[in-house]
T-cell receptor, first 116, second 110 residues
Framework: AQSVTQLGSHVSVSEGALVLLRCNYS??????LFWYVQYPNQGLQLLLK??????LVKGINGFEAEFKKSETSFHLTKPSAHMSDAAEYFC??????????????FGKGTLLTVNP | NAGVTQTPKFQVLKTGQSMTLQCAQD?????MYWYRQDPGMGLRLIYY???????DKGEVPNGYNVSRLNKREFSLRLESAAPSQTSVYFC?????????FGPGTRLTVT
């Protein structure tokens, strides 16, 4: 079984401040981890993903996330928030061992507000 | 490439009415999915299709049926709509463990 917990349904930061969105996962096998972003009235877009290898993953728009197995965490960070980062962010986990069927389990989402 | 397309974009139904949500992808992906998104609930998997000709239930399949018409198309049917099915519905396809989402259908059941 796999599950995702996102701590904080709403995070508010000032423009230029550090962005930190928290995600913890549960998985019985080595997981694949994802962050997706959803802008208002749009579908979800992949921000970054961790599969294997380097635990610090860089994504689009200056975001990065670090896979910490000992803490079962995959927190998303960005050093300096921009107004255009305002969106809802979803963490997701996939623990399937293979094949073409990749079911993702999503967290409940964190709404990021950026204040001028 | 259009990616994943969904029709309609918006729909209002009365309780008990039926409708089909259409989804198509032009990326030649084998796997396709239907999710619903509700405030504070994240995305929940309704049905998925690992390949043409196969479909399986996800987390919240009750009240829905699906058809994988061919490799490109995966439709979601509500036989008798209920207010609890008011939601935003997203279709997705996948390759290399990455999901590609459509723009969504916003459905209201009154």
């Amino acid at each position: 079984a796999q599950s995702v917990t996102q701590l904080g349904s709403h995070v508010s930061v000032s423009e230029g401040a550090l962005v930190l969105l928290r995600c913890n996962y549960s998985s019985s096998v080595p997981p694949y981890l994802f962050w997706y972003v959803q802008y208002p009235n749009q579908g979800l877009q992949l921000l970054l993903k961790y599969t294997t290898g380097a635990t610090l993953v860089k994504g689009i728009n200056g975001f990065e996330a670090e896979f910490k197995k000992s803490e079962t965490s995959f927190h998303l960070t960005k050093p300096s928030a921009h107004m255009s980062d305002a969106a809802e962010y979803f963490c997701a986990v996939n623990s399937n061992s293979g094949g073409s069927n990749y079911k993702l389990t999503f967290g409940k989402g964190t709404l990021l507000t950026v204040n001028p | 490439n259009a990616g994943v397309t969904q029709t309609p974009k918006f729909q209002v139904l009365k309780t008990g009415q039926s409708m089909t949500l259409q989804c198509a992808q032009d990326m030649n992906h084998n796997s396709m999915y239907w999710y619903r998104q509700d405030p504070g609930m994240g995305l929940r998997l309704i049905y998925y299709s690992a390949s043409e000709g196969t479909t399986d239930k996800g987390e919240v399949p009750n009240g829905y049926n699906v058809s994988r018409l061919n490799k490109r198309e995966f439709s979601l049917r509500l036989e008798s709509a209920a207010p609890s099915q008011t939601s935003v519905y997203f279709c997705a396809s996948s390759e290399a463990r990455r999901l590609y989402f459509g723009p969504g259908t916003r459905l209201t059941v009154t």
